[in-house]
């Protein structure tokens, strides 16, 4: 007995979907049930990324800091529809810039690793994400 089915998602639901879709196997077993009958199942996940041509402009989405506080390192993770060259600058509460980051980044979801001898004093932080197409800010917390 066999059962499939397809989710498909609109290009600007993918990052969402992905950080809401999360599977442990090993404490939570996939199950259907007909009558009285128990059904294993099996999950299979394909990446199948489509880019759309006629997107002009680049959508993104800047996601939270991870881990936040932090006190040596501090992952920071962005969603791209299209390749693009961004800039990544890091604030203090005065708005000065205290670290920047620029490069071109691929479609998809990219990650900047931020260390601890970027940041001068234990405090909040901003940090700016910068694109032809718009500009996106967060806070994040460094314990020294």
């Not at 404490?27 to 041509?53: F, G, I, M, S």
Request: charged fraction near 25%; include cysteine; charge should be neutral.
């Amino acid at each position: 007995w066999l059962m499939s089915f397809d989710v498909v998602l609109k290009k600007d639901d993918l990052s969402r979907f992905v950080k809401a879709l999360h599977f442990e196997t090993d404490r939570l077993k996939a199950e259907c049930y007909n009558e009285d009958v128990v059904h294993p199942l099996n999950l299979r996940v394909n990446n199948q990324e489509t880019l759309d041509p006629s997107m002009t402009d680049t959508k993104f989405e800047l996601m939270a800091n991870v881990p936040n506080p932090f006190s040596n390192t501090t992952s920071i993770k962005f969603y791209l529809s299209n390749e693009s060259s961004i800039e990544l600058n890091v604030l203090d509460v005065n708005g000065r810039v205290i670290h920047t980051v620029k490069g071109v980044y691929a479609a998809g979801l990219n990650e900047i690793t931020l260390h601890a001898k970027n940041f001068p004093t234990s405090g909040m932080y901003y940090y700016r994400l910068s694109l032809d197409s718009g500009t996106a800010i967060r806070k994040m917390i460094f314990i020294k």
